[in-house]
C-alpha cells in the first residue's frame, strides 16, 4: 500500500519569501507524484506532476518540485510567494500504473502575511 | 485544460432525504470517474472508482448501497446519498480522466452536502 505523509499541517510565511512544502512517500511499487492547490470551497487543481525524466518538475504559478528517490520526497518550492497563495496543498501519489491507486496526503495550509 | 464541473454546488437537506450529486466532464469524454470525500480540514479519501458502463468499485469502509454511483454516459457520472444523516454532511469532489486527457485525473469544484 501506498502512502503520503506531508509533515507541516500549516505554513506560514510572509509575502515575497521562498516556501518549501515537503511531502514525504511511502510505496512498494514505482510511483507518479503530484502536487494540488484547493482554494476555499474549491475543488483540486494541478500544479505540477512527475511521471519519468528530470527530476525537477516544473507547475503553474511559479511553483516547481523535485523528486528525491532515494529521500522518497517530492517537496514543493516556490521562491517568492505572493497573498493569492493563500490555501491548501496536498501531495499525492499514484502507482504502478499511472492514475491507479491514487493516494492524497493530509495537506499542508499555506498562509502568506502581507 | 479539461473542465469538470459539478452540480449542485451547495446543497442541504432534512435528515432522511436522499440527494443526487451530478459530475460532468465539459469537453472531454471521461472513461472513469472518481469520487472522493473531504471532512473539514482534513484531506479527499476516494470513495469510488467507476468506469462507464460498468458498476463502480468501492473503497473498503463505503456502503455502496449508501452512496449509489451511476456512470451511465461517458461525459457524466452521479453520486445519490440514500436516506442521509448528518454524519454525511461533507464535501464531495469527483475527478474525470480518460480519452483525450489520459489518465489524468482533473477535479470537479466540489459539492458542500448539509444534512440537517
Known amino acids: 500500500a501506498q502512502s503520503v505523509t506531508q509533515l507541516d499541517s500549516q505554513v506560514p510565511v510572509f509575502e515575497e519569501a521562498p516556501v518549501e512544502l515537503r511531502c514525504n512517500y511511502s510505496s512498494s511499487v514505482s510511483v507518479y507524484l503530484f502536487w494540488y492547490v484547493q482554494y476555499p470551497n474549491q475543488g483540486l487543481q494541478l500544479l505540477l506532476k512527475?511521471?519519468?525524466?528530470?527530476?525537477l518538475v516544473k507547475g503553474i504559478n511559479g511553483f516547481e518540485a523535485e523528486f528525491n528517490k532515494s529521500q522518497t520526497s517530492f517537496h514543493l518550492r516556490k521562491p517568492s510567494v505572493h497573498i493569492s497563495d493563500t490555501a491548501e496543498y496536498f501531495c499525492?501519489?499514484?502507482?504502478?500504473?499511472?492514475?491507479?491507486?491514487?493516494?492524497f496526503g493530509p495537506g499542508t495550509r499555506l498562509s502568506v502575511l502581507p | 485544460g479539461a473542465v469538470v464541473s459539478q452540480h449542485p454546488s451547495r446543497v442541504i437537506c432534512k435528515s432522511g432525504t436522499s440527494v443526487k450529486i451530478e459530475c460532468r466532464s465539459l469537453d472531454f469524454q471521461a472513461t472513469t470517474m472518481f469520487w472522493y470525500r473531504q471532512f473539514p480540514k482534513q484531506s479527499l479519501m476516494l470513495m469510488a472508482t467507476?468506469?462507464?458502463?460498468?458498476?463502480?468499485?468501492?473503497e473498503q469502509g463505503v456502503e455502496k448501497d449508501k452512496f449509489l454511483i451511476n456512470h451511465a454516459s461517458l461525459t457524466l457520472s452521479t453520486l445519490t446519498v440514500t436516506s442521509a444523516h448528518p454524519e454525511d454532511s461533507s464535501f464531495y469532489i469527483c475527478?474525470?480522466?480518460?480519452?483525450?486527457?489520459?489518465?489524468?485525473?482533473?477535479f470537479g469544484p466540489g459539492t458542500r452536502l448539509t444534512v440537517l
Open positions: 512527475y511521471l519519468s525524466g528530470s527530476t
Open positions: 467507476s468506469n462507464e458502463g460498468s458498476k463502480a468499485t468501492y
Open positions: 499525492a501519489v499514484s502507482g504502478p500504473s499511472y492514475g491507479q491507486n491514487f493516494v
Open positions: 475527478s474525470a480522466a480518460g480519452g483525450a486527457q489520459g489518465d489524468t485525473q482533473y
